[in-house]
Structures are given as C-alpha cells and as structure tokens.
C-alpha cells in the first residue's frame, strides 16, 4: 500500500480558493490512479476529482466541474487539488485515495469509486461558510 498524508484543509468562506496536497510514499510511474474523494456528515463518501499516473485521463465530479483542478507532480510524488469558488456545500473531509491498478471505466466514462481504492489518506477538513 501507498502512505499518503494530506494537508491544506482549512476554514474559508463561499468564494474563497483552496489548494489540497498529497504527499505519497511512493508514485509509480504507469498504471496508478490518484483520486480526491470527499465525506459529510451524514452523507457517502464520494468521488471529487482523478487522474491516471500518466496525466492523460482525468476525471470530475459534475459539481466540481469548472471550479476545481486536479494535479499532480510525479517528481515530487505530490497530488495536489486545486479549488476555487468554493460553496457551502463543498464542506467535507477531503481523502486522498491511490489505486495501483489505474483508473476504472464505469458506464462510458473513467471514474474511481470508494471500493476500487487501494490506500487512503487520513483526510483534511475544508469548511465554507456562507
């Protein structure tokens, strides 16, 4: 398994910008799909935003779609989440999730869901307010 450790959760208000960072032990070159997912209270963990090793493939959330950017430096072996316009709505614990056999193709579409990961983050809170 992956360790990966997340950081820049923070209190911000609607409108605002965050950038999300994961740091991974390791980062294989070719078939890994590196993933933010995110949990409410109360609610599923859902997907957010993905990309395959090679940066080829990337995914999004219809939410998050044109507001949100997903990154990675494999030099670094950093994922990084970049989020802007940011609504109440988005408040979450936000999870890392790393999948050593790349990225899943479900109905027509590339996507990761919570049971394909393979390691998970501890996660980092980000809070919008109104």
């Known amino acids: 398994q992956v360790h990966l450790v997340e950081s820049g959760g923070n209190s911000v208000q609607a409108g605002g910008s965050l950038r999300l960072s994961c740091a991974a032990s390791?980062?294989?070159?070719?078939?890994?799909?590196m993933a933010w997912f995110r949990q409410a209270p109360g609610k599923e963990r859902e997907g957010v935003a993905g990309?395959?090793?090679?940066?080829?493939?990337?995914f999004y959330a219809n939410s998050v779609k044109g507001r949100f950017t997903i990154s990675q430096d494999t030099a670094k072996n950093t994922l990084n989440l970049q989020m802007n316009s940011l609504k109440p709505e988005d408040n979450a614990m936000y999870y890392c999730?790393?999948?050593?056999?790349?990225?899943?193709?479900?109905?027509?579409?590339?996507?990761?869901?919570?049971?394909?990961?393979?390691?998970w983050g501890q996660g980092t809170q980000v809070t919008v307010s109104s």
């Open positions: 990309t395959s090793s090679s940066g080829i493939t990337t």
């Open positions: 390791e980062y294989r070159a070719n078939n890994n799909c």
């Open positions: 999730a790393a999948r050593g056999g790349g990225c899943r193709w479900y109905e027509g579409a590339w996507s990761l869901r919570p049971i394909d990961v393979d390691s």
